[in-house]
């Protein structure tokens, strides 16, 4: 007799969770694509962004940008809009959304440090962490989402 396969390993049945999915991933594909047509990606546009936060950045990751970030503005702006778009459409599809929901995560975090964190009234960054979190540890890519047939394929793996 073989043993039937858990909740945990096929599917998920949290579609509400599914629904908190599909909005970040419409979120952060339109958000995206915004970026990529709105000029984000031009030259100086990340940077002027950057040196106007910069000033109220967390001191310890103040280096980072200033450092790192601000000279290599151009790189950085192209990684954050594919970034988002790439994690917007896995979102949205559920396809290896665990590791999407994880881009989101670091994404948002990087915006919240830049930015010198802020209360939850006047950010919402603590609100999409704690939302991708929900979505990377219920696997919400098993509930109407490919990761459902990726998991049927492959049960074992973390990535689905």
Known sequence: MTKPKSNWQIETKLWQVAILRIFFGYYFF????????GGFTGPGALEKWLAAKATGAFSWYKPFLTGVVIPY????????????ILAGLALLFGLLTRPAALAGIF???????AKGGGSPATTSDQAFMAGLLVVFF????RSFGLDRWLARLHPESPLW
Do not use: P, S
């Open 73 to 84: 503005h151009q790189l950085f702006a192209g990684l954050i809009t594919w970034g988002m």
């Open 138 to 141: 219920t696997r919400a890519g």
């Open 30 to 37: 339109q958000d995206g694509l915004g970026k990529l047509t």
């Open 107 to 113: 994404m948002t975090l990087n915006f919240y440090l």
